[in-house]
């Protein structure tokens, strides 16, 4: 073992003060919450930490939940070596603390360590093939590379850097952290409103001139905040001292990058803009005919009736289509301008948001029985929302008949229709389920994902799905990946709010006030992650287990939600 490789184990006592990057997996989805892996257990390179710097490189995408199980499991790792060592655990607990590396405690050969402790992942990482999050395949995929990402991390690397996500390791979610607020941060050191350095910045300032602070002071400023994060989590064991070094000079260099850019917009149209976005126009839309009626002072239920009968929001106000097209306009644009003053969407986003408000809002105003479901002219369903509420109907269907979803699954899977296999009657099967699929519907417009003006149509599209479902024999719910993961990227803040017992509200406004989502959560980045992917992960693989899909779609599936749901959540 060379010298560096012993230093780096006589370093190895921090890992116990570890702040465990999934420690809410086990609350979220399981004992750990895991994702597929794409690459297989023969490709990952056979390299060791004593003698490369480069950890076996998981797939992005499919990789993702897999690589958070297994630094998760890593993170916790020296009471996992106490366990399968030879001596007592007060005696190992002694030697950690007078100053012994993992392996030396455990009194084992660092090869016979490494070797049992990978056993002992093998056997914990059945949980996670039980629940359905991981395949067999995954989880062999998975166990190919822990032995070497035990090695690493006995050597003194982070669990995150040892299996090749550093990107999404704790330090650098804290330097993206701090330069997502670096306006607001730079606020507070100037004694100024952010609102009011937002404008001058939109002016073409800097945030040197528009703060009127001395650049050299403002950028101590900002990198002490950076710089003390930084020294918490690495005081913790989250972060190595040579991490922390190394994000702080990266860090240093954005924040003297930043500061000197007129008219600095942020890094960017992020993922979780343009969400935010997305859900502001939403819940306008949603009370668009409340909009118009202020706007015009007319009555409300007047309003309603006249749309019923088949009018238009600009017949139905009696008011020009381009006056009540521009009144509501500039309704919307003061919204959004509010979400920019408090930083939650940038210039650009901005601009993007009104644009396509535009658009919704023209066919708001020209669209006959807008909202009302009048004729053919109502707003079409959302098939894919539909889709998804059919996805529970054999489950639903085990719960209301006493009966185990696998037995009526494989009766399914023989041919039978869900009403021969589960031996009630067309009409009350069809009538249970329709109410379960019409609650799923209306929770899709709770969380703001479906337009109430698109609920008619979409509750209609799905009664027909219900009625085809019960009596097709061997039936198998359509499932379209792409409409799927929209769908459940569109969910994502809804269902952190689940996990960390938040509403959405309280999350969006945490989020447009300068918080990240883990922020606003309460709640560290990774855990979130493997809340988010594992249940996914866990329905596709069901998906593939009834037929629905193929492996390879279903693997392109978490790839592609996973990418977007690190987007979402990293503000990339």
């Keep these: ?101 993992l392996v030396q405690a455990s009194g084992l050969a660092e090869g016979t360590l490494v070797s049992r402790l990978t056993a002992k992942f093998a056997e914990d990482l059945r949980t996670e093939v039980s629940a359905g999050r991981l395949t067999e395949a995954e989880a062999d995929q998975l166990k190919g590379i822990s032995s070497d990402a035990v090695s690493r991390v006995l050597n003194g690397q982070s669990p995150a850097s040892a299996v090749g996500i550093s990107s999404l390791s704790p330090g650098k979610s804290i330097v993206q952290s701090r330069i997502t607020r670096i306006v607001a941060d730079t606020a507070l050191l100037a004694d100024a409103g952010s609102a009011e350095l937002r404008a001058a910045l939109r002016n073409g300032k800097n945030l040197v001139d528009a703060s009127g602070l001395d650049r050299s002071a403002l950028i101590d400023g900002l990198y002490a905040k950076l710089t003390s994060d930084l020294d918490s989590q690495t005081s913790g064991g989250a972060v190595t001292a040579e991490e922390a070094a190394t994000l702080k000079s990266a860090g240093l260099d954005d924040i003297q990058r930043i500061v000197d850019t007129a008219g600095y917009d942020g890094e960017g149209v992020t993922a979780l803009q343009k969400a935010y976005g997305e859900r502001l126009l939403r819940v306008f839309l949603g009370s668009v005919v409340q909009n118009a009626a202020s706007s015009s002072d007319a009555d409300y239920g007047d309003i309603v009736s006249a749309l019923e009968a088949g009018g238009t929001l600009a017949s139905a106000t009696h008011v020009d289509a381009g006056t009540l097209n521009s009144q509501l306009n500039a309704a919307f644009a003061a919204k959004a301008e509010e979400a920019w003053q408090s930083g939650a969407l940038s210039v650009q986003a901005l601009e993007q948001l009104e644009k396509q408000a535009a658009g919704e809002i023209d066919k708001a105003v020209n669209t006959a029985g807008y909202g009302t479901g009048f004729g053919a002219a109502s707003l079409p369903a959302n098939k894919g929302i539909a889709e998804e509420s059919m996805l529970q109907l054999v489950n639903q269907s085990a719960v209301y008949t006493d009966q185990s979803a696998e037995a009526i699954q494989s009766a399914v899977a023989g041919g039978q229709s869900l009403v021969q296999a589960t031996g009630i009657s067309a009409d009350e099967l069809t009538s249970m389920l329709q109410s379960s699929v019409e609650a799923s519907i209306n929770k899709a417009v709770s969380q703001e994902r479906l337009l109430p003006q698109e609920v008619a149509a979409t509750k209609s599209y799905a009664a027909g799905l219900v009625a085809s479902a019960v009596t097709t024999g061997g039936y198998v719910p359509a499932v379209d990946t792409t409409s799927f993961v929209q769908n459940q990227l569109a969910s994502a803040i809804d269902r952190i709010g689940d996990l960390s017992d938040k509403n959405a509200d309280e999350l969006w406004w945490s989020i447009a006030t300068g918080s990240t989502p883990a922020e606003a959560a309460g709640n560290d980045l990774n855990s979130l992650l493997a809340g988010l992917i594992g249940p996914v992960n866990q329905q596709l693989n069901a998906y593939v287990s009834a037929g629905s899909l193929i492996e390879k779609d279903a693997a392109a599936a978490k790839a592609q939600f996973a990418d977007g749901v690190i987007k979402l959540l990293t503000g990339k």
Excluded: H
């Design 1 to 101: 073992m060379n010298m560096k490789a012993t230093e780096n184990k006589n370093r190895i006592k921090p890992i116990r003060r570890t702040v465990l990057a999934l420690t809410c997996a086990a609350m979220l989805g399981g004992a750990f919450a895991v994702v597929p892996l794409s690459a297989s257990a023969a490709e990952a390179p056979n390299v060791t930490a004593a003698t490369a710097d480069a950890a076996p490189v998981i797939s992005e995408g499919a990789g993702v939940y897999g690589s958070l199980v297994l630094s998760r499991w890593l993170s916790q790792l020296e009471p996992y070596a106490a366990a399968v060592s030879d001596v007592d655990a007060d005696s190992y607990a002694s030697a950690i603390d007078g100053g012994q590396s």
